[in-house]
Antibody, heavy 119, light 107 residues
């Protein structure tokens, strides 16, 4: 069955770089895109960016200068890297699957991983 | 960017009551709208896709409607397990923006 699982460091110091991994199963990254969404504690959801099935990327313009999304299709993993982290980047980070059929977008989500930016 | 204005932010309701949550897009989104439920443990579940289509396994008391810029989620008879946060999201164009959320709580 379709599964997504985020993993990461938990705690990152301000100004440092965040590296997260989304490990997927039950589907192929070459025929599905994976999107990242984040949620600051007690706040709403924010779309972060995506890597499409063909490998191209799309980023939230507010984060674009600090953000990079890549993947390793052989390992079924998608990576998020964000530099120059600030306390405002503290959030739960989710990855979610978007297959080729638009109406199937965002049907499956990971459990999320909490990232705290603090010294 | 398309802005999604969701209302109300908090909705006190009684069990068995019919409740409606609204979402307005800053421009037309051609029915490309999802509704999600988020429980206190953080789990996100898609309830409705393409405005009015019920996700498999979701109870039929949930329904969605709308067109153009105005959309709504209705629960026909509130059950205890429906007390949660609800979000709308447009997927018509990037960035795929969310509403600010509605907290459904007991009156």
């Amino acid at each position: 069955q379709v599964q997504l699982k985020e993993s990461g460091p938990g705690l990152v110091q301000p100004s440092q770089t965040l590296s997260l991994t989304c490990t997927v199963s039950g589907f192929s990254l070459t025929s599905n895109s994976v999107h990242w969404v984040r949620q600051p504690p007690g706040k709403g959801l924010e779309w972060v960016g995506a890597i499409w099935s063909g490998g191209s990327t799309d980023y939230n313009s507010a984060l674009k200068s600090r953000l990079s999304i890549s993947r390793d299709t052989s390992k079924s993993q998608v990576f998020l890297k964000m530099n120059s982290l600030q306390t405002e980047d503290t959030a739960i980070y989710f990855c979610t699957r978007c297959p080729g059929i638009r109406n199937h977008w965002f049907a499956y989500w990971g459990q999320g991983t909490l990232v705290t930016v603090s010294s | 960017d398309i802005q999604m204005t969701q209302s109300p932010s908090t909705l006190p309701a009684s069990l068995g009551e019919r409740v409606t949550i609204n979402c307005r897009a800053s421009r037309g989104i051609s029915n490309n709208l999802n509704w999600y439920q988020q429980k206190p443990d953080g789990t996100i579940k898609r309830l409705i896709y393409y405005t009015s289509n019920l996700q498999s396994g979701v109870p039929s008391r949930f329904s969605g409607s709308g067109s153009g810029t105005d959309y709504s989620l209705t629960i026909s008879s509130l059950e205890p397990e429906d007390l949660a946060m609800y979000y709308c999201q447009q997927y018509a164009s990037s960035p795929y923006t969310f509403g600010a959320g509605t907290k459904l709580e007991l009156k």
